[in-house]
């Protein structure tokens, strides 16, 4: 079937024909455009013709990196994004557990005590307090910390001689030696493995309503890491194999798969490419650092606000390296969650000593940079895997981390860019909000939505286009899909984006917050449309 979309501003981010009016779709991909009337007199017989009615489009927005089987937990579990105050968070949390029967598990997530006002982290006996019978697993926004309470403790088996998984850490309270309830990255295992696996189905609703929830916001294709959460590599690719290639859902998915199922790959014959269009093997995931809230990011110098303390490195090079071999043998990518610098060098040492991969190599994240890391990063085989919105959730604060002379080479977005090194778009969510227009804003302005001030590190915004080309032309370069997707030419898939406003037309970037999403076009196909 042929379809025409008429009377539109629609941005290709193709030089050849940078803005067009009219575009033609047949079998799910472009076949051409130009402008309405010349479009519809070629292309009009038979051809479904919907009007734009002026509306802006651009290449269908992709996000690099997200969790959607995390986010799909909002859809099942406790949600604490939003979440400004410590006795709300505890309010919340008795709501859910009068709900429930005595040893029913309370699991949730996206709490973060940087945005209460009220004091930091609950205390284990305040968790104790407003759920003595319910087991309680809650991880923080970044993923890197989790809490839990008595019973959580006791149902794991947990004793003070425990082994915890490397990388992780039990923290204690100093006095008693008695755990907090904060768990450090991987020790969340102790507990996690206790949870009662939700059914299959109950899990395939939560990732329809969440694919859903994205397409809403105006994504056509994610990059999603999900096979540690959902249980395996089998059940990560049964569920999105009969999501979008079953029920034909739409949102493209590139799934990262977690080094841990490097075995399952290989006796299954999938590899980076497996798959469709639609749904495709990514890279393999690593972790090499933590995340700033906790100091646990790798720096090569110490933080600025903790003397003597530099971070963790969740595998020494040895073992990294293995990991990285692992990958290659299958002459996969790898796709490595690199926060600090020195998280990145060591991953970057690593990377020096094999050949490239079909593929490209992701260093994900990249946050603090240092100038003799950059060249490095610019080889065509590798992509800094960047999230703007984080720096709405971090800053000010991450600036005492850092310190006033590392800030300048952190969240370097633009000279990432300007220095030639692929750059591509993510949220993380639901670390952060999965709507890519809110990292937009923030890779423009620089600053949090409602702030009054020229953004921080100001030198480092970067242009409404080039904002948007991280989320839709250079978003298929990690995939090696810059050549059937990220912009409108002819014989490119036909996903497009329409808003309510032309964002390259505001005079006031803040004017972002109050656009919202119009349609939602994958594969010419309305996937998602506004009732508004």
């Keep these: 079937m042929r379809t025409i979309y008429k009377n539109g501003t629609i941005y290709t981010f193709n030089s050849l024909n940078p803005i067009v009016q009219a575009v033609v779709i047949e079998n799910g991909r472009f076949i051409d455009m130009g402008t309405s009337v010349d479009m519809v007199l070629q292309w009009g017989s038979q051809a479904q013709i919907i009007d734009l009615e002026g509306k802006t489009a651009t290449p269908g927005l992709i996000d690099s990196h997200l969790h959607l089987s995390i986010m799909a937990d909002s859809f099942i579990n406790l949600d ?3 979440i400004t105050s410590r006795q709300e ?42 759920a003595p019978a319910n087991p309680i697993f809650l991880t923080r926004t970044c993923l890197h910390a989790t809490l839990v309470n008595s019973k959580a403790l006791e149902v794991s088996g947990y004793h003070p001689g425990v082994s915890v998984p490397e990388g992780g850490t039990i923290v204690l309270d100093e006095s008693t030696k008695q755990p907090t309830g904060l768990f450090l990255e991987s020790a969340a295992n102790i507990v996690r493995q206790y949870i009662p696996e939700r059914s299959y189905d109950d899990w395939k609703k939560a990732m329809r309503q969440t694919m859903q929830f994205a ?11 999900d096979p540690l959460y959902l249980g395996g590599l089998e059940k990560t690719w049964n569920l999105f ?11 493209r998915s590139n799934l990262l798969i977690n080094h841990e199922f490097l075995p399952n790959l290989k006796e299954a014959g999938m590899y980076t490419g497996y798959g469709n269009d639609t749904l495709q093997i990514g890279a393999v995931k690593i972790f090499a650092d933590g995340a700033f809230g906790r100091r646990t ?34 002459d996969m990518p790898i796709a490595v969650h690199t926060i600090g610098d020195q998280a990145l060098e060591n991953v970057l040492d690593i990377l ?8 490209r190599d992701r260093l994900i994240h990249a946050q603090v940079l240092r100038e003799e890391l950059i060249p490095r990063l610019k080889a065509p085989s590798r992509i800094a895997d960047i999230q703007p919105r984080f720096l709405a959730s971090d800053f000010p604060w991450v600036q005492e981390r850092l310190g006033e002379k590392r800030i300048k080479l952190s969240y370097a977005w633009k000279t990432l860019m300007e220095a030639g090194v ?30 009054n001030h020229e953004g921080y590190v100001p030198e480092q915004k970067l242009s409404m286009v080039d904002a948007f080309r991280l989320f839709t032309e250079l978003g298929a370069y990690p995939t090696n899909e810059e050549t059937v997707k990220g912009t409108i030419a002819r014989g490119k898939l036909a996903d ?22 119009d349609m939602t076009i994958i594969g010419g196909e309305v996937k998602y449309r506004s009732l508004s």
């Design 241 to 251: 194999n009969e999501l979008l290639n079953g029920e034909q859902l739409g949102l």
């Design 215 to 225: 397409m809403s916001k105006g994504l056509t294709s994610v990059h999603t890491n």
């Design 80 to 82: 604490f994004v939003g």
């Design 89 to 130: 968070m505890l309010a919340k949390i008795k709501r859910k557990a009068d709900q429930l029967e005595p040893g029913e598990w309370i699991v949730g997530s996206s709490w973060d005590e940087n945005l209460f006002t009220d004091g930091g982290i609950p205390t284990i006996t305040e968790l104790d307090y407003v």
């Design 496 to 517: 497009m984006t329409v808003y309510s406003a032309n964002p390259f037309e505001m005079a006031d970037p803040d004017e972002l917050l109050s656009m919202h999403i």
């Design 422 to 451: 692929i750059c591509a778009g993510g949220s993380d969510a639901p670390v952060e909000p999965v709507d890519p227009i809110l990292g937009i804003h923030a890779a423009v302005t620089r600053k949090k939505p409602g702030e």
């Design 352 to 359: 020096d000593q094999f050949p490239a991969a079909a593929y």
């Design 297 to 330: 990011a790798l720096l090569s110098e110490p933080y600025s606000d903790a003397a003597g303390h530099y971070g963790d490195a969740m595998y020494d090079q040895e073992q990294l390296f293995e990991i990285v071999k692992g990958a290659r043998d299958l």
